[in-house]
């Protein structure tokens, strides 16, 4: 039962948190989605390499 309740305060805390909801947002939107994918922020083909996805990671957790 207990990891049923912190699963449960998880989730709460997840749909109350602002970041988490704009993030939603944003990968929910269907223009996003081949940004994300890429990992590009305006729309381009070009693949990023992975220092550049590492470091706009650890920008987006901070």
């Not at 988490?20 to 994300?36: C, H, K, N, W, Y």
Request: hydrophobic fraction near 40%; avoid cysteine; charge should be negative.
């Amino acid at each position: 039962m207990d990891d049923v309740d912190a699963a449960r305060q998880t989730a709460v805390s997840a749909l109350n948190n602002d970041r988490f909801r704009v993030m939603l947002e944003q990968i929910t939107d269907p223009g996003a989605s081949g940004a994300l994918m890429t990992m590009g922020s305006d729309g381009s083909n070009a693949a990023t390499d992975f220092k550049t996805a590492l470091s706009r990671y650890a920008e987006n957790s901070e």
